[in-house]
């Protein structure tokens, strides 16, 4: 680049008014005049000069010299000394000029230090730079003058230096002496700034100078400029940047602030930009323009982006699949991405556990469907899908839809299911409720676990799960004056049993009397128990007494009858002394009194009232289930429990009468019948099971008839041995 070359002077005899130089010879012993200070003027010009002038070329062996003062160098490394004078030539002096000579002498010498003592005259002290002569003219006349002009250069590297004039016999003028150094002018470049530098101490010497960046200007690599010998500038190299928040204006080559509205987020040479969507930059020098509420801006999107908002809930969530194990779940995009296009899903399930999966993922996938498999039978899941995108961790609420399902049952859970029975509470207090329960009659499966729910009534999907291996589990730090409902289901090896039906107790209820250890079924166990005990024990005591009575009969038949023991009997009632009477009088019947035995045991004996007689409970019946006993054909039966549907099917596998029905299994459904949707497979068998129990209690009652008339019977028997026919012979 080109450049003025710019000169730091150090010495200028123009600008003085008095030089008073040191000059030898000089005084009263000098044997020549040597130089002497005298005014140079062309006032037409403008030149009023101090100058020094030498002309002894009548002398031989002249020797004058002429020192400047000390020149300190400053931060020279190179110092050029200018030289304007003019010198007569030597014909002007023809036969008079003993030494005219037409040069003269430049020397110099370095020094550390300005001393007050003259410097050192002999030439063996001083270095020559050069012998200088008229190169552009000697005048002839008096009346006319030639000014030569001469620079020479030396390099300096101590604190100063004297230059030293020698004239040996010419008559000449030194007109103006000017001592500089040249520098490369400060400049700015590149946006950083580089200060005024000196060249080299020699003339094809390179200086290096490093810049400085300008205000609001970040460095990018270090700028370096080269400045050459003739005080001019080259190869720039580095440089520096604007500063964010700082726009480049190159013409200045200044660092400029971002006014109100605009933003700058990069270290570089661009304009400022306005402020993108949803965004504002309320100062100036902005670095980047701030969301407006409720916009965000994720930490990888550039600054330029626009704010951005979470996305919407997803939309038609919709349950595609399900089994016993797996569902599939579908829905489409959310109405509203929030102007982005990075929306991602996630999927969270409240009752999973760890050995579920997800496919493609259960969070941050983009795909609108998901395939959830490893779930339990017969459980009902609450899953939540999510809509995200680059935002959403910095929004308050997160946008969801959620769908509840339950799991389908295994074929080997109809079969055999693994239910739970006899839930009861056994004891209550103020805060605490002690729950128990029988295990699943199953013998297909082993137990491995039981799951109790538990639930405030009327909140039932803020119910809280425990998990445990027993039959009996105690809830502490429940609310007082609470009703509480409780539920369980077991954990066979096919996987889990349905919940049991609610049981609800409300905390501070005192339990009766008839709960007081146990529930109803157990007391009416214990109560049947008993009268089965009492039964048994009546009929043993009735047939070792007929046995008793026949082996006395036998024996009284082989004796005559005045050898046989005579009954003491009064009319009506008789007393038998073997026991002591421990409760109130009790009637025994002389069969003797009455010629037939059928009286006695109309008048004495009678039928238990039917009304009487209850059936407690019906195992695998519903409170509210029908009479399956009272059907008289398959069609009514089906037709009770809308299987119509089916009615061809088991007339054409022989199955036509309710008989063949009561005895059906999971299989002849299946493969006979062809019933293989799995509700209606449940929903028959379970007809089938009640059926069955209702037979079995059927059967119970009519075993208890059959007892009652089994003892009546034998009470006969007993009285026809009692009594025998009298005949005539006495």
Same mark, same amino acid.
């Given at each position: 680049?080109?450049?003025?070359? $710019? ?46 002038? =030498? ?59 300005? &001393? ?29 003058? $030639? ?9 300096? &590297?101590?604190?100063? $230096? ?7 016999? !010419? ?66 190299? *580095?440089?520096?940047?604007?500063? !964010? ?44 323009? %701030?969301?407006?509420? *409720? ?30 194990? =797996? ?10 991405? *929030? ?117 405030? %009534?009327?909140?039932?999907?803020? =119910?809280?799960?425990?998990? &445990? ?43 009766? &009397? !008839? ?34 009575? %026949? ?67 019906? $195992? ?41 029905? !009561? ?68």
């Amino acid at each position: 680049m080109s450049q003025d070359v $710019i000169s730091v002077v150090l010495l200028d005899t123009t600008q003085e008014a008095s030089l008073e130089w040191t000059r030898y010879p000089y005084g009263p012993q000098a044997l020549t005049q040597g130089w002497v200070e005298e005014s140079f003027t062309e006032f037409d010009k403008g030149i009023n000069w101090r100058s020094y002038v =030498a002309c002894d070329v009548a002398f031989d062996t002249v020797n004058n010299w002429l020192w400047t003062p000390f020149i300190e160098r400053g931060e020279a490394n190179r110092i050029y000394i200018e030289v304007k004078f003019s010198m007569r030539d030597c014909s002007l002096f023809p036969g008079t000029a003993l030494s005219c000579k037409e040069t003269f002498s430049l020397l110099y010498y370095e020094f550390d230090a300005a &001393t007050k003592e003259p410097p050192p005259w002999e030439p063996e002290s001083y270095k020559l730079i050069d012998r200088i002569a008229a190169d552009e003219g000697r005048f002839t006349s008096n009346t006319q003058i $030639i000014i030569n002009t001469e620079v020479r250069s030396v390099p300096v &590297t101590k604190k100063g $230096i004297y230059f030293a004039f020698r004239d040996q016999g !010419a008559c000449i003028s030194l007109l103006a002496i000017r001592v500089y150094y040249i520098t490369c002018p400060n400049v700015t470049t590149s946006f950083a700034y580089f200060p005024e530098t000196p060249t080299g101490r020699e003339v094809t010497s390179i200086e290096q100078a490093k810049g400085q960046c300008v205000t609001n200007a970040a460095q990018a690599e270090t700028p370096k400029f080269l400045c050459k010998g003739d005080g001019s500038w080259y190869l720039l190299s *580095g440089g520096c940047k604007c500063m !964010a928040g700082y726009e480049a204006n190159i013409e200045r080559q200044s660092c400029e602030v971002c006014p109100l509205g605009k933003f700058k987020y990069t270290v570089g040479d661009e304009k400022c930009q306005p402020c993108p969507d949803h965004s504002n930059a309320p100062y100036s020098g902005s670095v980047e323009c %701030r969301c407006e509420e *409720g916009y965000y801006r994720a930490p990888k999107d550039p600054r330029s982006m626009p704010c951005t908002q979470s996305p919407t809930a997803p939309q038609n969530l919709t349950l595609s699949f399900v089994d016993q194990s =797996a569902v599939i779940l579908s829905w489409t995009s959310p109405l509203y991405l *929030g102007g982005r296009t990075d929306t991602v899903y996630k999927v969270v399930c409240d009752a999973c556990g760890p050995a579920v999966s997800y496919v493609p993922s259960q969070e941050r996938f983009n795909e609108t469907k998901v395939t959830i498999a490893g779930l339990n039978p017969v459980t009902t899941y609450r899953f939540l899908v999510y809509a995200e995108n680059g935002v959403s961790e910095f929004s308050k609420t997160n946008k969801y839809v959620d769908i509840t399902v339950t799991t389908e049952a295994s074929v080997l859970y109809f079969i055999v299911p693994s239910v739970v029975s006899n839930v009861h509470v056994v004891n209550v207090q103020n805060t605490e409720i002690t729950l128990k329960w029988d295990a699943p009659d199953d013998q297909f499966s082993e137990i491995e676990m039981y799951e109790v729910r538990y639930f405030i %009534r009327g909140m039932e999907r803020n =119910a809280s799960s425990i998990l &445990t291996k027993h039959e009996e589990s105690v809830f502490t730090n429940l609310k007082q004056r609470t009703e509480y409902g409780f539920q369980v289901r077991a954990k066979t090896t096919h996987g889990w049993g349905e919940f049991s039906q609610p049981e609800y107790r409300r905390t501070d209820q005192m339990l009766g &009397t !008839a709960y007081v250890g146990d529930d109803d079924s157990v007391q009416v166990r214990i109560i049947a128990g008993a009268v089965v005990a009492v039964v048994v024990l009546l009929v043993i005591v009735i047939i070792m007494t007929v046995l008793f009575l %026949r082996r006395s009969n036998e024996d009284c038949n082989k004796k005559q009858p005045s050898d046989c023991d005579t009954l003491e009997y009064r009319n009506g009632e008789v007393t038998t002394p073997l026991f002591t009477q421990v409760g109130p009088p009790r009637t025994y019947v002389d069969p003797h009194t009455y010629e037939d035995p059928n009286q006695a045991v109309r008048e004495f004996t009678r039928e238990i009232d039917a009304s009487h007689i209850t059936i407690e409970a019906i $195992i695998g019946g519903a409170p509210d289930a029908p009479d399956m006993t009272q059907f008289a054909t398959v069609e009514e039966w089906l037709g009770s429990i809308k299987m119509t549907r089916y009615l061809d099917s088991f007339d054409r596998a022989g199955v036509s009468t309710m008989d063949a029905v !009561a005895r059906l299994t999971a299989k002849d459904l299946n493969n006979t019948i062809g019933v293989t949707l799995v509700g209606h497979q449940k929903k028959i068998l379970n007809s089938v099971q009640a059926m069955r129990a209702q037979i079995s209690a059927n059967m119970s009652e009519g075993f208890l008839k059959q007892c009652q008339q089994g003892l009546l019977a034998q009470l006969k028997q007993c009285q026809q041995g009692l009594v025998r026919p009298v005949n005539s012979d006495g």
